[in-house]
């Protein structure tokens, strides 16, 4: 099995999670307003995105976009990983190619720990992709641990470029996030990026 054969309730019943879908996780994050080129390159690439409308179109000239810059509003501290393979435990079905994932390191050549939030392309449909982000979650927290950095919060999203669904892993629970964010609130989706790349917020 790799991430992408993980249904939400394949993976809850695997791992013995439990999930809870009514808090707010995200009520307190300030928004952080997108850069004049950030709103260009959106402006400019959205509705292409939209009439391409396949996974890789969206994650090209949308997701990447976005994350680039919470790299640069995060002094290039962080490292993005796309379309990277992730063999963290094999036998129990945690292995595969994440499409993003980020790391609190500078370090762009090789995959360092600590990994603090996955992120999932989906085309058009977000909740086929809860499980799959769960589990790669779940390898990010094995990685960590086993690099002598573990943090027991690790933050996820499934997302098609347009529409953001966030999700936290903590202890035996996956929190998903009562709301759905939308790319005319790019503000508040950079928000939540960014704060889930400071190490202050994820070991909160």
Not at 13 to 28: P, R
């Amino acid at each position: 099995m790799s991430y992408s054969k993980f249904t939400l309730s394949t993976v809850t019943s695997q791992f013995d999670l439990v999930t809870d879908e009514t808090q707010d996780i995200f009520a307190k994050i300030q928004p952080v307003e997108p850069s004049n080129l950030l709103t260009a390159v959106l402006n400019e690439q959205l509705p292409l995105a939209s009439a391409i409308n396949t996974e890789k179109a969206r994650s090209e000239l949308i997701i990447m976009p976005l994350l680039i810059e919470v790299r640069r509003r995060l002094q290039n501290q962080i490292a993005i990983f796309s379309g990277t393979s992730f063999e963290v435990d094999p036998a129990q079905g945690l292995e595969g190619r994440c499409d993003f994932m980020l790391s609190r390191s500078p370090e762009q050549y090789y995959i360092a720990a600590p990994i603090l939030t996955i992120i999932e392309a989906k085309n058009e449909n977000i909740p086929s992709g809860l499980g799959q982000c769960i589990a790669t979650m779940l390898a990010a927290r094995l990685f960590n641990e086993r690099a002598g950095k573990a943090i027991d919060t690790i933050y996820g999203a499934v997302t098609t470029g347009s529409d953001w669904k966030f999700l936290k892993l903590s202890g035996d629970t996956a929190f998903i996030d009562i709301n759905n964010y939308f790319i005319k609130e790019v503000d508040k989706i950079l928000g939540i990026l960014v704060s889930t790349l400071q190490l202050d917020t994820a070991l909160a």
